[in-house]
């Protein structure tokens, strides 16, 4: 760990080409420097200058003791600020010394420039560069979602989504993941990962599926191993990052599998299925937890203080903090433009920093205002503080606050990508092989492959991976379904690819084809209708079918898909679900490296129209939860 690199804050902004805006943009940062001298000078502090022997920078000392030697330094404008985080787009140079940000954000696909692990740490020793010539030196803490690998790092190793993961029903395989994991995030100099969604997904309609473990909380509470595996032991050391445990609570509940919508079941259920993930993710130590935009029974969970402030932090004991999500705030009252009431709402639930990733200066003033006229009581605002600055303590950040620059060679690493390879094979569920048609031999015969995601890196990761919403393409480096199975078969056998389908003929052994949901992620992926195959995959699967060549069906998908019509006339179905970036894994099952053990997670449903269909209810689903066969 270093503490003494200093590097130039990154632009957040392309910078502009012509010489003009370079010189424009010289004079705002030093119209901006000026104004903060004169800030500071001005405003009301409690005592004045930095003293390097204060307690709170003796790293001897408890946490609890750092924290309130730190905080009686404090004015009610840092405090704030430690309260506010901003998104990194929305920052521009001196902002960060200037409103003393406690935090800032990349949201899906807010990437700097040179999006490389170098770049990044770049970018973040700039902006903690800022944190630092704040008076009391605080460090920022910056956050990121990195939800299936460091995803919006080009480069970086992208595991299985979650609803993958709970098909491998392997908490230890999930803790390595979690520590290889922190391992690339702390590489590009990170601190807090968004990370893990202990969502309960009870109807597949709803796009945010795929970051459920699954439609039972024994799943995901099991899952919390990886919690462990983000954070260590305890939090501190060099690879060492804050976990999140969200969406609190119950985003997995909402009617008709809406996004961000209304969770309309007796308390009674929300105890029993929603909030047991939560529970040991607090027992595992969970660092924060962040609220989930949706309702219960009609109240917004941002401003629902039995839940976040009753139930979490006094019955289950959270002792960390609680993040508002993106801008969800200003959903309180659900007119646009937050208020003073949404703000003192929010605050008084019991969330201590907030999300504000475009508004933070008038959240900053906002608040400020309340706390004023007494509708925020000092004391929230303290005891919000205790719980940001013990975590920044506990991580170690005052003593390491720059970006460890020792392992950007760790991010995408050969070993980091054998671990994804495995979590892939082990995800991989067979639901249906007739006559023993799967295992196929390895080094033989004439394979055909075909469907729109045999070949595709972007499909085959699904959402959250280099943007918010993922894209189809060649988007990152990583081995396609493809390759893989051209690994398995050559030499020896021929692999013959066409995405359609077309070229098929009597002449091949089989024909693989790998189709599903092209990528998605939260409120765009919601499926009202039922989730089912498009007619492209259906037309592959027709073209293969006619040929009078066995069909292997691989689905690439972030959860279950109708597949009753073209099921009966194919030998071989496997779900595949999300698998990331390495695509071998899919082949090794495919070819019987590996035998498999994947369950489902999720029931599946016979028809599309017959979501919500879960273990425990009267419904017949085509295959139920836990499913899954084996060679
Ligand atoms: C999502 C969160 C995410 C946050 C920051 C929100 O829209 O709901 O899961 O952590 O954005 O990107
Ligand atoms: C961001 C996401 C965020 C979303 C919310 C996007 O622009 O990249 O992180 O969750 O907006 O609407």
């Known amino acids: 760990m270093t503490t003494t690199v200093t590097a130039p804050p990154a632009a957040p902004l392309p910078p502009p080409s012509r010489r003009r805006g370079r010189l424009l943009a010289a004079g705002l940062v030093l119209l901006l420097a000026a104004a903060a001298a004169v800030y500071w000078l001005t405003r009301d502090t409690d005592d004045g200058a930095y003293d390097p022997d204060a307690p709170y920078l003796d790293a001897s000392r408890p946490v609890a003791e750092r924290v309130d030697d730190l905080l009686g330094r404090m004015t009610l404008d840092e405090k704030i600020g430690q309260m506010t985080q901003a998104e990194r787009r929305e920052v521009t140079t001196g902002d960060v010394t200037t409103y003393a940000l406690g935090s800032l ?84 100099g990170l601190d807090w990962d968004f990370a893990p969604c202990l969502c309960v997904a009870r109807d597949a309609r709803w796009g945010r599926t795929y970051e459920s473990f699954g439609e039972d909380p024994e799943i995901a509470s099991s899952m919390t191993t990886i919690v462990t595996g983000l954070q260590g032991e305890k939090l501190g050391g060099p690879n ?110 019991g969330i201590d920093m907030v999300m504000v990733p475009e508004r933070w200066r008038e959240f900053i003033t906002v608040l400020r205002d309340e ?66 048609i799967l295992p196929l031999k390895p080094k033989t015969g004439k394979v055909f492959v075909a469907g729109r995601s045999a070949d595709d890196i972007g499909n085959q990761s699904g959402g959250w991976t280099l943007t918010w919403q993922g894209s ?43 189709v599903g949901e092209t990528p998605y992620a939260e409120y765009e992926g919601d499926r009202p209708d039922g989730v089912k ?32 019509a073209p099921l009966p006339q194919v030998q071989a179905l496997v779900a595949a679900w999300l698998p990331g970036t390495e695509g071998a894994g899919v082949a090794d099952v495919l070819f019987g490296a590996y035998a498999p053990t994947g369950k489902l997670p999720m029931s599946w449903p016979a028809t599309a129209a017959q979501e919500p269909v879960n273990s425990g209810d009267e419904k017949t689903p085509l295959f139920p939860y836990g499913f899954g066969l084996s060679y």
Not at 159 to 177: E, K, M, S, Y
């Open 105 to 188: 954000l990349s949201g899906g696909g807010s990437v700097p420039d040179d999006n490389s692990p170098q770049g990044w740490a770049q970018m973040y020793d700039g902006f903690q560069t800022e944190a630092l010539a704040t008076r009391l030196r605080i460090p920022m803490i910056y956050g990121v979602d990195a939800v299936h690998g460091h995803n919006n790092v080009r480069g970086a190793t992208i595991f299985p989504h979650n609803i993958g993961l709970g098909a491998t029903r392997d908490p230890q395989l999930v803790r390595r993941i979690g520590e290889t994991v922190a391992v690339e995030v702390a590489a590009t």
């Open 240 to 349: 060492s990052v804050l976990a999140t445990a969200k969406h609190y609570v119950g985003d997995g509940a909402t009617l008709d599998g809406k996004d961000q919508g209304d969770a309309r079941i007796p308390e009674e259920e929300l105890r029993k299925i929603h909030l047991p993930p939560f529970q040991a993710a607090v027992k595992a130590g969970v660092g924060s937890v962040m609220v989930s935009f949706s309702s219960f029974n009609g109240e917004k969970l941002h401003a629902h203080r039995y839940l976040v402030t009753e139930v979490l932090k006094e019955e289950l004991g959270f002792t960390g903090f609680v993040v508002s999500d993106w801008n969800a705030i200003d959903q309180i009252d659900g007119a646009t433009g937050f208020t003073p009431a949404e703000v003192s709402a929010a605050i008084n639930a």
């Open 371 to 436: 706390v004023d006229a007494g509708t925020v009581p000092m004391a929230r605002i303290d005891d919000a503080n205790r719980r940001i600055l013990a975590k920044k303590f506990e991580l170690g950040m005052f003593e390491h606050p720059m970006a460890d620059r020792s392992q950007f060679d760790k991010v995408g690493s050969a070993a980091h990508r054998e671990l994804a390879r495995q979590a892939v094979r082990q995800s991989q569920v067979l639901l249906k092989n007739n006559g023993g």
């Open 472 to 514: 189809s393409g060649p988007i990152t480096e990583g081995t396609t379904i493809l390759q893989g199975i051209k690994e398995a078969v050559e030499p020896g056998g021929t692999v013959t690819y066409s995405a359609d389908g077309s070229g098929v003929d009597r002449g091949y052994d089989v024909a693989i084809a790998v």
């Open 533 to 564: 195959l498009d007619k492209v995959d259906l037309d592959t699967l027709a073209t293969l079918r006619k040929a009078g060549v066995p069909v292997v069906v691989v689905l690439v998908s972030g959860r279950p898909v109708d597949v009753s």
